[in-house]
């Protein structure tokens, strides 16, 4: 199916450049130019895609990966859509220095609130998007809590953000704990970041 919708992509849309990702372990998945995200998504909802499950952003070192998770419940069949963006600077709270696609809710209003989500948690402007507020945080918020290199700010509105007493230590430290407990730190994923700078490496495994 796959190889098959990336060739009428390509077919459909110039400059799309849309390749299939066949997995031999999890999920295939077709990957296509940003810039044509808005014209790829018409064109699969002309196919028999007419719904959107999600929208998901993935902060990686060097790029941001968005997956429109689409689904043809006629036929059923369901795809992975992905297309890679810059990261831009997510450090504060300004749009224009975010990466930049266009916004699909045109092609699916489900695409409203999780665009939002995006932009709220990742850090992705969606130009088009009818409403583009962030959605679980506030609006003045400073950076995108999902990236690698969020830092959450110290108070917000005069309030201690993240007070030490209320932090659950024995949670940021399970990883560490674990690793003690098995005796081999490779047998054990942990993703909870450490302020001992001794234990910083280890536990950034699993992120």
């Given at each position: ?10 077919g ?5 450049n ?43 070192a ?14 059923n ?41 995006t ?10 998007h009818?409403?583009?507020?962030r ?10 809590p ?15 953000v ?12 399970f990883?560490?704990?674990l ?29």
């Amino acid at each position: 199916m796959h190889n098959e919708i990336a060739s009428k992509l390509n077919g459909q849309v110039s400059g799309s450049n849309a390749v299939a990702n066949i997995a031999t372990v999890g999920d295939s998945s077709v990957m296509v130019e940003a810039g044509k995200i808005l014209e790829v998504c018409k064109a699969l909802k002309a196919e028999g895609f007419n719904v959107l499950q999600a929208v998901t952003g993935t902060d990686y070192a060097d790029r941001i990966e968005l997956t429109y998770i689409l689904a043809d419940f006629t036929n059923n069949r369901e795809l992975l859509l992905k297309t890679k963006l810059g990261r831009g600077d997510g450090s504060g709270n300004n749009k224009d220095t975010l990466p930049k696609i266009d916004s699909v809710v045109s092609v699916w209003n489900a695409a409203n609130f999780q665009e939002r989500e995006t932009y709220d948690m990742i850090g992705v402007n969606f130009v088009g998007h009818p409403d583009l507020r962030r959605i679980l945080t506030p609006d003045d918020w400073q950076g995108y809590p999902l990236r690698r290199d969020y830092v959450v700010q110290e108070k917000y509105l005069d309030m201690v953000v993240n007070p030490a007493h209320k932090i659950n230590s024995a949670d940021h430290m399970f990883g560490k704990k674990l690793k003690e407990e098995i005796g081999d730190p490779k047998k054990v994923s942990a993703s909870w970041k450490s302020n001992d700078a001794d234990e910083s490496e280890d536990a950034k495994d699993g992120e």
